[in-house]
T-cell receptor
């Protein structure tokens, strides 16, 4: 099993451009999480889904950020328009279910907005 | 408000010295607590959870409800323990996951 898969691994874009990050969770996992990691703020939960339904999106910074999970094997995190302060590593994780279960993390996408 | 606090951004210890990574939480319900670790060039992964009461790689963590703490301890640090450590809380009452800001542990030779 390849684990959680994220693409792209690196993204460099200019301010104002749209950025789409992709995630494929582990097969059979019902919960999917998006995190942002920065030096200043550490690991922040942006949003999580259970059975493809968003459960908690209180961590989404602002309307420029949106996330979708159209089916059990795919999710996207979109930033439109992107800003330099969005530069960070974005992680996707999945778990068997929502609750006190182990989360399995992807390798992350390093986003740089110039 | 629910919160996880890791007061140290960086902790440096010498090899063979004891290690304690601090984690305090704020939650009125019954907490489920975890420690995750991120080694260099590796994925973030679960180290241990309080309900398991297990020792992983020599690390232990005891939930102290009176002090609302879940500190991570190891009696003798090894160089391979150098990593980023995150404490996390699952707040079942509000269906929220909360991570601390992380502590970078450096074990010096």
């Amino acid at each position: 099993d390849a684990g959680v898969i994220q693409s792209p691994r690196h993204e460099v874009t200019e301010m104002g451009q749209e950025v789409t990050l992709r995630c494929k969770p582990i097969s059979g996992h019902n919960s999917l999480f998006w995190y942002r990691q920065t030096m200043m703020r550490g690991l922040e939960l942006l949003i999580y889904f259970n059975n493809n339904v968003p459960i908690d999106d209180s961590g989404m910074p602002e309307d420029r950020f949106s996330a979708k999970m159209p089916n059990a094997s795919f999710s996207t995190l979109k930033i439109q328009p992107s800003e330099p302060r969005d530069s960070a590593v974005y992680f996707c994780a999945s778990s068997r279910a929502a609750g006190a279960y182990e989360q399995y993390f992807g390798p992350g996408t390093r986003l740089t907005v110039t | 408000a629910q919160r996880v606090t890791q007061p140290e951004k960086l902790l440096s210890v010498f090899k063979g010295a004891p290690v304690e990574l601090k984690c305090n939480y704020s939650y009125s319900g019954s907490p489920e607590l975890f420690w995750y670790v991120q080694y260099s060039r590796q994925r973030l992964q679960l180290l241990l959870r309080h309900i398991s009461r297990e020792s992983i790689k020599g690390f232990t963590a005891d939930l102290n409800k009176g002090e609302t703490s879940f500190h991570l301890k190891k009696p003798f640090a090894q160089e391979e323990d150098s990593a980023m450590y995150y404490c996390a809380l699952w707040a079942s009452g509000t269906y929220k996951y909360i991570f601390g800001t992380g502590t970078r542990l450096k074990v010096l030779a």
